[in-house]
Each structure stands twice: as structure tokens, then as C-alpha cells.
T-cell receptor, first 114, second 116 residues
Framework: AQSVTQLDSHVSVSEGTPVLLRCNYS??????LFWYVQHPNKGLQLLLK??????LVKGINGFEAEFKKSETSFHLTKPSAHMSDAAEYFC????????????FGKGTRLHILP | KAGVTQTPRYLIKTRGQQVTLSCSPI?????VSWYQQTPGQGLQFLFE???????NKGNFPGRFSGRQFSNSRSEMNVSTLELGDSALYLC???????????????FGPGTRLLVL
């Protein structure tokens, strides 16, 4: 069975410092992994996705994530935080099997300190 | 291409009433999924429709139902509303080429439902 765990419910960083949002997954098959961002009162926007191509995935707004199969992790990083990055981030796993269910993590709220 | 649209954006109902929410997917997308988002439970999967058939279903009571039309537009219905049904309901679509390979979902802005 699939599952996804976002290790931190809240993360606070100062503007201009690096961001690390952690995600671990469990999957019986070959997973697709995604990060979505949700700004207040908005829908979800795709940041990036991994689908068994390159393990280092670059997304929008300077975010990237690395798929590490040995650690079953897909952590999201950004070298330098910006005030506009304050939002909730969701890690998502989807298995490439017939059921193709999509599982969302509980979310990590990112706070940017001036 | 226009994105996923959801109507209405905001809705206030009272306990015991029923509600119907609508979702229009991106043109050409045949898969539509519905999610409920609450502060306590986070994002929870309700169901997915593909070509007018329910393909996957989450763990919600039978009061929650949906359907999809031949033009891929989808509706979600909640009967006998309870206070706990207050939530943001999100709809997402993906292209039929991607359904079997876990590809990208595109989300609408959501319908915020308040049950009094």
C-alpha cells in the first residue's frame, strides 16, 4: 500500500536562507511523486514531479527535489527563500498500477521570516 | 487553454440540506477527481471519474456522490449535510493519456462550503 509522510507540519525560515521540506513515501510499485503548493484561499499548483526519469527534478520558482530510492525520500529544497514562498506544500505519491490511487501528505506550512 | 473551473466558489447551507458542486475540467481531459480539504483532516480523496465511470473511491459515506457527463464535466452531490461537511472541495483533472501512469493533476480553485 502507498503512503506519504511529511515530517514537519510547520517550517519557518528567514528570507534569503535555504528551504528544506521533508517527505518520505512508501510504495509497492514504481511511484510517481509530486510536490504541490497551495497559497491561501487558492487551489493547488504543481511545483514539480518525478516519474522515473532524472532523480533530481527541477520545478517552478527555483524549487527542486531529489528522489532517493534507498531512503524512500523526496525532499523539496530551494536555495534562497522568498516572502512569496509562504504557503502550504503537499507531497503526493501515485503508483503506476491499475488502481493508480493518489495519496496526499498532510502538508507542511512554510513561514518566511523577514 | 482554460484551467479547471469550479462553481460556485462559495456556498452556505444549513444542516440537513443537500448541495451540488460543479467542476469543468481542462479541455480534452477525461479524468476528474474530487477532494475534501479541512484543517483537521487535510486533503482527502473523495472519488475519481473517467469517461463517465467512477474509477476510484475514497472512504466517505454514501451521502457523498458524484457523476460525470459525456463532456467530462463533473458534479459532486452531498445529501443531508452535517456541520462537519464544511470544507474546501477541490476538483482536479488530468488528461486521458496520463491516467494509467500517475501523471499530473491540475486543480481548480475550489468551492468553499459552510454548513450552519
Amino acid at each position: 500500500a502507498q503512503s506519504v509522510t511529511q515530517l514537519d507540519s510547520h517550517v519557518s525560515v528567514s528570507e534569503g536562507t535555504p528551504v528544506l521540506l521533508r517527505c518520505n513515501y512508501s510504495s509497492s510499485y514504481s511511484p510517481s511523486l509530486f510536490w504541490y503548493v497551495q497559497h491561501p484561499n487558492k487551489g493547488l499548483q504543481l511545483l514539480l514531479k518525478y516519474t522515473s526519469a532524472a532523480t533530481l527534478v527541477k520545478g517552478i520558482n527555483g524549487f527542486e527535489a531529489e528522489f532517493k530510492k534507498s531512503e524512500t525520500s523526496f525532499h523539496l529544497t530551494k536555495p534562497s527563500a522568498h516572502m512569496s514562498d509562504a504557503a502550504e506544500y503537499f507531497c503526493v505519491v501515485s503508483d503506476k498500477n491499475r488502481d493508480d490511487k493518489i495519496i496526499f501528505g498532510k502538508g507542511t506550512r512554510l513561514h518566511i521570516l523577514p | 487553454k482554460a484551467g479547471v473551473t469550479q462553481t460556485p466558489r462559495y456556498l452556505i447551507k444549513t444542516r440537513g440540506q443537500q448541495v451540488t458542486l460543479s467542476c469543468s475540467p481542462i479541455s480534452g481531459h477525461r479524468s476528474v477527481s474530487w477532494y475534501q480539504q479541512t484543517p483537521g483532516q487535510g486533503l482527502q480523496f473523495l472519488f475519481e471519474y473517467f469517461s463517465e465511470t467512477q474509477r476510484n473511491k475514497g472512504n466517505f459515506p454514501g451521502r457523498f456522490s458524484g457523476r460525470q457527463f459525456s463532456n467530462s464535466r463533473s458534479e459532486m452531490n452531498v445529501s443531508t449535510l452535517e456541520l462537519g461537511d464544511s470544507a474546501l472541495y477541490l476538483c482536479a483533472s488530468r488528461s486521458d493519456r496520463e491516467v494509467s501512469s500517475g501523471e499530473t493533476q491540475y486543480f481548480g480553485p475550489g468551492t468553499r462550503l459552510l454548513v450552519l
